[in-house]
């Protein structure tokens, strides 16, 4: 069978930027850990009755610095080679870092997607993407023909109310200092990409047996931790701010502004952060 090369798009590329800075993406992973109301591990959940012991050829889509590879240590067979792909090679170093330190044959992929049209037909059993399928969905043909007829692929994304709060306070702020025709921010693409209310049609068009699995968690900042809101918003302001006004300081600081008067007022905001988990075998071939 022959595939077409696809590389990214535009607004996909842009989107997938904020990523690019590895340093800033670790920090905001331990600012979700530390401000989470559900303490469990997602990852945890995520692979709670999948067999990962008989998984030989393991893939991380979107693998970025092994959020998901990372929850493999200690459970895969010692032959196992593990392969993170990502669109920015800065992840390298501290990819093959935890694969190291987990003891498995990690290796490291930076053609982003299109790295997937090098795989054979049926021959990776175990697929892993969190909180990156909504840059890409377009591959899900790909992962159902890589994928090995007894594998197992296990996503984890967001839901369609995720960040809801943070969204509606960042659209008030434009639309006091005058941006009043916007009504939707870039991260309505990426939600409408792909999330936990809208992925089950999707996968079910590539994947016979799907399980959806809800994660309910909240992010709260107390007033105390404003300096951490914003640094976790800035984090996400590419998401947030559509992109004619992402350079613009003055509309930017007026944003953060309506933030922290926000959580002033308040003594505390709390930002919806539910997840979803899709597990899905038996792959639709075409
Ligand atoms: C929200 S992060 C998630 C990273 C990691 N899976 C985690 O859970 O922390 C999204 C990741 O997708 C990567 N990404 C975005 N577009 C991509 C593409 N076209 N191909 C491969 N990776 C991509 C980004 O570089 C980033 O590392």
Redesign the pocket.
């Known amino acids: 069978m022959r595939f077409s090369i696809t590389y ?1 798009n535009i607004s ?2 842009k989107l ?1 930027e904020a ?2 800075d590895v340093g800033g ?1 670790l920090e905001c ?1 331990e600012i979700i850990r530390e401000n989470s109301s559900n303490k469990n591990d997602i990852r945890e959940i995520a692979l709670e009755g999948v067999n990962i012991k008989n998984k030989k050829i393991i893939i ?6 092994g ?2 590879t990372q929850a493999l240590c200690n459970r895969v067979d010692p032959g196992a080679v593990v392969t993170g ?4 090679g800065e ?1 390298s170093d501290v990819y093959f870092n935890l694969c190291k330190k987990c003891g498995f044959k990690g290796k490291f992929n930076n053609s ?2 299109d790295a997937l049209q090098a795989f054979e037909r049926n021959c990776v059993d175990l697929i892993l ?4 399928l909504y ?2 969905p377009r591959i899900l043909p790909q992962l159902a023909r890589i994928l090995d007829t007894s594998g197992t692929c296990v996503f ?1 994304t967001h839901s369609g109310s995720h960040l809801k709060e943070l969204y509606y306070l960042v659209l008030k702020a434009l639309y006091k200092n005058g941006y009043k025709q916007l009504k939707t921010l870039p991260y309505d693409e990426l939600v409408n990409n792909f999330s936990g209310d809208n992925g089950y049609r999707q996968l079910s068009e590539h994947f016979r047996s799907i399980e959806k699995k809800d994660f309910i968690n909240e992010l709260i900042f107390s007033a105390q931790a404003t300096e951490k809101f914003l640094q976790y918003f800035r984090h996400k302001k590419s998401f947030l701010v559509p992109d004619f006004l992402i350079n613009d300081y003055k509309i930017i600081q007026k944003v953060e502004e309506e933030l922290i008067n926000h959580i002033i007022k308040t003594g505390e905001i709390r930002i919806t952060k539910d997840d979803t988990i899709f597990i899905c075998t038996n792959p639709i071939k075409k």
């Open positions: 990214m996909e590329s997938a990523f690019r993406h992973a991380d889509l979107g693998c970025g610095f959020f998901f792909i990502d669109c920015f992840y982003g997607v993407s969190s909180y990156s840059f890409f984890i």
